[in-house]
């Protein structure tokens, strides 16, 4: 079997450790992770050290990839407006797809990920379940750049593109700006320590809406999909988990994982309240021996408040992807659940 090298931008993400970890255990892939830090877990990959925003320190550190063939795109630079928000995560996509393309003769495809803010989910109800064919929201969207200079880029290329939009990626991570799961864990773990019951801290009309998520190691199997699969090429598809929750459902099994009473929501801004809980987060680490993790890395309130404050419902449709022949699908409350327990075994929560 031919062997592939995938090449993973943003390799220590809750998309991307879950990319490296997926590839690296299949025997015909290799994996070059790129990341600004050092990775925390044992792995076969390669990790190189690079900013993705300086086009000469890419060329300077991505000079040997001769081998690559597939490049997955996870990398992420947050900005306080979605307008300051294009320039970068498009020099990011531009830099290593055009230094990639010159070093790798074998290139085979890019894996563009994005999510339902190409459906405009940030701006308000939008209409469901949302289609890969549904017209664009009024700009900017940072993913609508990187979309467009893929395929203006690709043109007569042997390589081709494929986009892959999941939501609430949910996965083993720390340190990772989009991290709900842990989030939440976190929340829970000094609502219980100040004596609190658990309480959903969104608005009250998101905790009876309709909401989605995916798995990062689903995902991870979806992006193998659409490396290898012929059908995907210069497509996008939708990647969920394939079942719908509303919250008040999962708050309640929440709940009973952490050994809380269950309260009633209750509307906060988690940045606000958050801001003065890292002693209570240290004493906590301190009581359970948790491997210390600074308060400020650990969770990404203001995300939080976003997804909490979704008052509407939030659904993709991913019949597309099933088509293509990707059917793939967990439960969403075991997801939540398993990595609980899996983060707890770590010692990151107690």
Request: hydrophobic fraction near 45%; charge should be neutral.
């Amino acid at each position: 079997m031919e062997r592939k090298t995938a090449l993973v931008a943003g390799g220590l993400g809750v998309i991307g450790r879950n990319l490296v970890n997926h590839f690296a255990a299949l025997d015909e892939w290799d994996v070059i992770a790129l990341s600004r830090r050092s990775p925390d877990f044992e792995s076969r990959a390669r990790f190189i050290p690079v900013d993705l925003l300086n086009r000469a320190d890419c060329e300077e550190k991505l000079s040997d990839l001769r081998p690559v063939t597939h490049i997955m795109f996870a990398a992420l630079q947050p900005r306080p407006t979605l307008s300051a928000e294009v320039e970068p995560n498009l020099t990011m996509l531009r830099n290593i797809v055009e230094v990639t393309e010159a070093a790798a003769p074998s290139l085979e495809r890019i894996i563009l990920n994005e999510g339902v803010k190409a459906y405009g989910v940030h701006l308000g109800p939008f209409k469901t379940p949302a289609r890969e064919t549904d017209p664009r929201h009024m700009p900017p969207n940072f993913y609508y750049a990187q979309e467009d200079f893929l395929r203006e880029r690709q043109a007569g290329k042997r390589w081709s593109w494929c986009v892959l939009r999941p939501d609430v990626v949910c996965g083993f991570s720390v340190g990772s700006p989009m991290n709900l799961t842990l989030l939440i864990a976190v929340y829970a773990a000094i609502s219980r320590e100040l004596g609190l019951p658990l309480r959903f801290p969104g608005k009250a009309k998101a905790y009876t809406s309709l909401a989605q998520f995916t798995g990062a190691e689903l995902h991870a199997r979806a992006t193998e999909w659409a490396a290898t699969e012929p059908r995907c090429a210069n497509q996008i598809f939708n990647i969920t988990n394939g079942d719908y929750y509303r919250w008040e459902e999962l708050w309640a099994a929440f709940a009973r994982f952490f050994d809380m009473p269950l309260g009633p929501p209750q509307t906060i801004c988690l940045a606000t309240f958050m801001a003065d809980k890292a002693p209570v987060w240290d004493e906590i680490v301190r009581k359970h021996k948790l491997v210390p993790h600074a308060f400020d890395n650990i969770a990404a309130w203001p995300f939080g408040d976003f997804i909490f404050g979704c008052d509407y419902d939030v659904m993709a449709g991913t019949i597309k992807a099933r088509q293509h022949g990707f059917a793939d699908c967990i439960d969403s409350e075991q997801m939540f659940l398993r990595l609980f327990s899996e983060f707890r075994a770590a010692r990151i929560i107690p």
